[in-house]
């Protein structure tokens, strides 16, 4: 398969997926998609679970690519793009909270979430790296954020709310975090 | 009159039982009403009587669950008298300890997405979670063990930092393991209630 064959299925998965679910997506429609035959895919990604791993390791590989570019870097920055904000930040979540339920029953798709939360980990700690404790504090606010966004995603709470009591939560419990004045007021 | 067979009664709560663990351990997808109504010692049919879609029963599978789990909950909780104390069972019921029904839990978060019904039912059990954290910080604030936090904001902020946790920990995470998870949330409940 040539590169962007392979490519084209993953963007046409990522795509399929988080408009209709993993268990809801067809893989003929996938391929139909991403212009290859329905074998090419089956071919290539022999389960639901390799394609909904590959799809989600492309989509972060993707905006990881962007994220960095973007923004100050700053620490209020990394609040932001931990949230499901509509755009690929969305897309990305809703993969993302489909890989929780698949990973649960299929041990083979946890090597993929335990990198992606590992990823996430470095990135944040680095961000922290003036706390006290950097990596404690990094793992909370993944949880915080993995909690609220979740709620956000599924239409149970307003982004901005979920932005403001993150960015307080953070700046509560200094000193464990040193941070600067909240930018959403 | 309801038509209803009279043993309903007694075979709904050992059809959600059966549910429960059918699903917990295919998932939603991958579990059939056959399979749910042979574990029940019933048939098929029987438990599409009493729950017409699969998701319903999701629905009362893990609302029944739920029930129970808060039911002995605060049966724990009244037989310790340290607020803190209250507050450590509670976390360590969030984080871990066997309590979270985390696969059925995850269908639920997943299927919200999709289903209106099931999204309602997510925010019920939500409020419920929530209410059991508030009324520990208020019983705590009462005794003056803990300072003036709002009790409904800790809630909302304890049950994310718990639920977020609770994901990692589902999915084996080598970093979050449960104690690292209760310790990581009970000193962050530390600072924010300063207790």
Do not use: H
């Given at each position: 398969m040539t590169e962007g064959a392979r490519e084209r299925i993953l963007a046409a998965a990522v795509e399929r997926i988080a408009e209709e679910g993993i268990d809801e997506v067809r893989i003929a429609r996938v391929a139909m998609d991403a212009g290859v035959s329905t074998s090419l895919v089956h071919y290539h990604f022999e389960t639901r679970e390799a394609l909904l791993a590959e799809a989600l390791e492309y989509s972060y590989e993707r905006a990881g690519d962007v994220r960095i570019g973007?923004?100050?870097?700053g620490l209020a920055d990394m609040v932001d793009q931990l949230l499901p904000y509509p755009g690929s930040l969305e897309r990305d979540w809703i993969l993302w909270v489909e890989l929780w339920l698949r990973a649960v029953r299929h041990p083979e798709l946890r090597p993929t979430a335990a990198r992606l939360y590992d990823r996430l980990r470095t990135w944040l700690a680095e961000g922290m790296?003036?706390?006290?404790?950097a990596e404690r504090a990094a793992d909370r606010l993944m949880a915080l954020a993995d909690g609220y966004g979740i709620r956000v995603l599924i239409g149970a709470m307003d982004i901005e709310d979920a932005r403001r009591e993150i960015w307080d939560a953070l700046t509560e419990t200094q000193p464990l975090v040193k941070l600067p004045e909240s930018p959403f007021r | 009159m309801s038509p209803r067979p009279r043993l309903g009664h007694v075979r709904r709560p050992a059809m959600l039982s059966a549910a429960a663990e059918v699903i917990r351990e295919r998932g939603l997808e991958n579990a059939r009403v056959s399979d749910i109504a042979e574990r029940a010692g019933t048939s098929a049919p029987s438990v599409l009587y009493y729950f017409e879609t699969k998701a319903e029963l999701l629905k009362e599978a893990l609302t029944s669950a739920e029930e129970e789990y808060y039911d002995e909950l605060e049966g724990e909780l009244a037989g310790i008298e340290s607020a803190r104390e209250r507050l450590a069972r509670i976390v360590a019921g969030g984080a871990?300890?066997?309590?979270?029904d985390a696969s059925l839990w995850m269908e639920l978060w997943a299927r919200a997405l999709r289903d209106p019904q099931l999204a309602a039912t997510r925010a019920q059990l939500d409020g419920r979670w929530r209410r059991a954290i508030a009324d520990v910080v208020q019983y705590g604030q009462e005794r003056g063990e803990?300072?003036?936090?709002?009790p409904e904001g800790f809630a909302m902020l304890l049950s994310s930092l718990l639920d977020g946790l609770a994901v990692q920990i589902a999915l084996k995470d080598e970093e979050v393991t449960p104690k690292r998870a209760r310790e990581l949330t009970l000193a962050f409940a530390e600072k924010e209630l300063g207790c």
């Open positions: 973007e923004g100050d870097g790296e003036d706390s006290a404790d | 871990g300890n066997g309590d979270y803990f300072g003036k936090t709002e």
